[in-house]
């Protein structure tokens, strides 16, 4: 008997996406469609876990599924792909589901995108593109069998067990950022990768160049991993030496003091603190396609650790080297460094501004630019050591000039 995950449905989903779900199972049933909610979802709801993302694979053609379903009002289509025929559909209450008709995946070149060879193929077919057993599972949605597990590769002997298992020997060879989705996945349940998987992965990150492999993919798993802003994570990461796979250094930092930093600092960029610990190849962080903000945060770091000052006499020294930097990039600096000038700078410095503007000086008495901004330089090193406070005190300092 296949086990039925019905209840656990009634018990987990919301009754929005039931009645969606309700109405795709009515539709397939009526136009002789096969399909099957698979992957996450269903590992998720075996596992008593919340679940975000629902993805309905249909076994045939997904945008033509969806078009029935549109017609007959029961949702509106909000996004479609034609090569790979996969539509999204929002139904009531907001629900959104993504559709995919089942295909077979070729990959061409090690690590790249893989090319579909075949869509509309059996659900068993579908399922051994896939990274591992526990997210090959595939639940019915027609009515004869309605929540029977579909397993063809042992996933649910794998979740009892908390085991992370590739499906095939080529699986990191083909897509290497499943080596970023196996600590995801071993750190979020608290799973460990059976023993053939660890080995596959350790000979993958050992052996290989990893040139080629898709920078998109492994960013985009980096990031989900670091988000998480986990000690283990980072640990792990290190410990299974992933860094290889982005040419990093391996670091000599704990995972528990970068996260206990960015518990304090709270940076909005958080993965990119562990990752800039690891991170230093500049062709490599190329390779990312970075955004402007992110992007800054590693030129931040390379002009701190190359300029890394052996003396900082004065607060003003400790405030114009960090001035302008990102906070990503001086706890970055800070964790490689141990400098705690860096801290100094987040906690206190930082926060010091000189109050009197130009106009309120020129108001003062002083005329000459450049004498303005000598001034303010004057009061910036006095506020940043102590000896001028607040605004009075600056009107003060500045009426004494004057005199
Ligand atoms: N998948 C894969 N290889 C990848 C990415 C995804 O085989 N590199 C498959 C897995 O079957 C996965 C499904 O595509 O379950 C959906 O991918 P994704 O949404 O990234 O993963 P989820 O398993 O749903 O994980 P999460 O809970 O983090 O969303």
Not at 123 to 133: G, H, K, S
Not at 202 to 229: A, G, P, V
Not at 321 to 347: G, H, N, P
Request: hydrophobic fraction near 35%.
């Amino acid at each position: 008997m296949p086990l039925n995950i019905e209840k656990q449905m009634k018990a987990q989903l919301s009754d929005d996406i039931l009645n969606a779900l309700k109405l795709c199972s009515q539709t397939a049933d009526e136009h002789d469609f096969k399909i099957y909610l698979i992957g996450g979802i269903v590992r998720d709801l075996i596992l008593k876990r919340k679940s975000i993302d629902i993805d309905i694979t249909v076994e045939g053609d997904a945008i033509k599924f969806c078009h029935i379903l549109a017609q007959k009002d029961c949702c509106k289509i909000i996004q479609v792909q034609n090569d790979l025929k996969t539509a999204k559909a929002v139904f009531n209450g907001g629900v959104e589901i993504d559709f995919a008709s089942t295909r077979q995946e070729f990959y061409p070149h090690r690590g790249h995108l893989p090319v579909v060879v075949k869509i509309g193929c059996s659900l068993q077919e579908d399922v051994y593109r896939r990274d591992f057993t526990i997210n090959a599972l595939a639940m019915s949605l027609n009515k004869k069998n309605y929540g029977d597990v579909i397993d063809y590769t042992g996933g649910i002997k794998d979740l009892n067990n908390k085991k992370i298992r590739v499906l095939h020997n080529n699986s990191f060879n083909e897509d290497p950022s499943r080596i970023l989705r196996a600590l995801k996945f071993a750190a979020r349940f608290n799973f460990q990768r059976d023993k053939h998987t660890k080995a596959l992965q350790e000979k993958y990150i050992n052996t290989q160049m990893h040139d080629d492999i898709s920078w998109t993919r492994i960013k985009s798993e980096l990031k989900q991993c670091f988000s998480l802003n986990s000690a283990k994570v980072y640990d792990m990461f290190v410990a299974n030496e992933n860094y290889k796979l982005i040419y990093g250094q391996k670091p000599e930092i704990k995972g528990l003091e970068i996260k206990t930093l960015i518990d304090k600092y709270n940076p909005y960029h958080v993965w990119l603190v562990y990752l800039g610990t690891i991170l230093s190849n500049k062709k490599i962080i190329e390779h990312f396609c970075f955004t402007r903000s992110e992007k800054k945060i590693f030129t931040d770091i390379e002009y701190l650790v190359n300029n890394h000052l052996s003396m900082m006499n004065s607060n003003y020294d400790v405030y114009k080297f960090f001035e302008k930097k990102s906070t990503e990039s001086i706890l970055v600096y800070y964790l490689l460094t141990q400098r705690k000038e860096a801290l100094k700078y987040l906690e206190n410095l930082s926060l010091i501004r000189v109050e009197l503007k130009g106009d309120e000086i020129k108001a003062l008495g002083i005329e000459n630019g450049r004498e303005i901004g000598r001034i303010l330089k004057e009061i910036l090193k006095k506020k940043l050591n102590g000896s001028i406070i607040n605004k009075n005190d600056e009107i003060e300092f500045v009426r004494n000039k004057i005199k």
